[in-house]
Structure formats: C-alpha cells, structure tokens
C-alpha cells in the first residue's frame, strides 16, 4: 500500500483549472513533510515544478501553484494547456531522512 | 547549466552487480546532497539512496538497504551507486537528481541509465 496517496488519474479541459492532491494513507500533510511536485511526460526525466509546499523551480510558469487545503498538499494548475499532459508525482518528507513519492498522477487535457 | 549524467546501465544476471556513475557539471557539487531515484518502466518514481555533501551521512530505501551502496567523489565531480545482489524488481531507469538544499526535495535530474535485471 502506498503511504503517500494521489489520484491515480485527473482530467482537465483546456483553459480550465485542476487540483492534484498528495495526501497520507493515515494523517495530514503539514508544511513539515515539505512537499514537493514534479512533472514527466513520457521517455523524459521528470522536471521539478514546486518545492517546500508552495515555491516556484526555476523557470516554471505562474500558471503552477502549491499550497496545503485541509489535510493535503494540492497543486493546482490554472488555465491548462496541452503541454501540461503528463504524470505528475508528489514527494513528502515522513522524517529518518528518506523521502517518498506518491504513486503519481496521470493528467489528461481534453 | 547543471547538467547530471548517468551512465552503467547494462543487462545484468540476478544475484549480479552493477556500479552506476552520474557526473556532474555547472554547480559546485561537493557543496550538495546527491540522490538517486528509480523508475520501473511504465511505473511510478521512487527514491533510493541520498548522501550528504561529504558523504558522512547516507541513507536507503527499504527495498535496496543492504544491498545498494551510494557513494562519490568530490575531486572528480561523481556520484555512485554499487548494486549488488540484484533483483528482477530492481530493473528501472535509475536517476541521479541533486537535493534542493533544506527543502527534502530535487531540483535538477539526469536523463537515466537503464539497468535490466534478468537471465
């Protein structure tokens, strides 16, 4: 069983706004499991989008936001593109100095 | 640029071993934790190993302690992964990835190295 849980799958038209979660098989994820995201599309390496809940990487539009809604960490992307079709992974920090990742989410745009 | 670049993957026995190499390039790497992350063709993304800048601290999946080591070698820019006693389940693209300093998290990635497991 996956500790850290995401939608398996989400779908979004294009233009419109979407909402992953990452959450925990059992408690809430706080700003302390620093939680991250990243995008891959296929046959690419995966790509960091936000790191510590809610901070930008380098290059990555605005239009990629992280925050923490009730008892998981969301990200949101608002007026979606066709590009932006691709698995999105979450990681949380559960302490011992490991992290985890969710076991992802595949973004339809249609 | 940073730029991480893995290389090693072959086709390999079970029970067999394997070293993995990434160097690194466009950042002073003896000043970050370094990572690897594995990906099971079709499958999700999970992390394996972490070392701290001066390799002093080292840390494992699970699945691979005892198993794997990770390593590097800041004079040459390196990082390493020895697998020993390898298993079908640890066939994956293996990713070296460099820690976003204070955040438990990645910032750059390499392009992979494809290790197969199998007879």
């Known amino acids: 069983q996956t500790v850290v849980t995401q939608e398996p799958s989400f779908s979004v038209s294009p233009g419109g706004t979407v909402t992953l979660t990452c959450g925990l098989r059992?408690?809430?994820?706080?700003?302390?499991?620093?939680p991250s995201w990243y995008q891959q599309t296929p046959g690419q390496a995966p790509r960091t989008l936000i790191y510590?809940?809610?901070t930008r990487s380098s290059g990555v539009p605005d239009r990629f936001s992280g925050s923490i809604l009730g008892n998981k960490a969301v990200l949101t992307i608002t007026g979606a593109q066709a590009d932006d079709e691709s698995d999105y992974y979450c990681?949380?920090?559960?302490?011992?100095?490991?992290?985890?990742f969710g076991g992802g989410t595949k973004l339809t745009v249609l | 640029e940073v730029q991480l670049v893995e290389s090693g993957g072959v086709v390999v026995q079970p029970g067999g071993s394997l070293r993995l190499s990434c160097a690194a390039s466009?950042?002073?790497?003896?000043?970050?934790?370094m990572h690897w992350v594995r990906q099971v063709p079709g499958k999700g993304l999970e992390w394996v190993s972490l070392?701290?800048?001066?390799?002093?601290?080292?840390n494992y999946a699970d699945s691979v302690k005892g198993r794997f080591t990770i390593s590097r070698d800041n004079s040459k820019n390196s990082l390493y992964l020895q697998m020993n006693s390898l298993r079908t389940e640890d066939t994956a693209f293996y990713y070296c990835?460099?820690?976003?300093?204070?955040?438990?998290?990645?910032?750059?990635w390499g392009q992979g190295t494809l290790v197969t497991v199998s007879s």
């Open positions: 990681v949380l920090y559960l302490g011992g100095g490991s992290v985890v």
């Open positions: 990835a460099k820690d976003k300093e204070d955040s438990w998290s990645f910032d750059y």
């Open positions: 510590s809940t809610n």
């Open positions: 466009g950042f002073t790497f003896n000043q970050y934790t």
């Open positions: 059992s408690g809430s994820v706080s700003t302390s499991y620093y």
């Open positions: 070392i701290s800048w001066d390799g002093g601290s080292t």
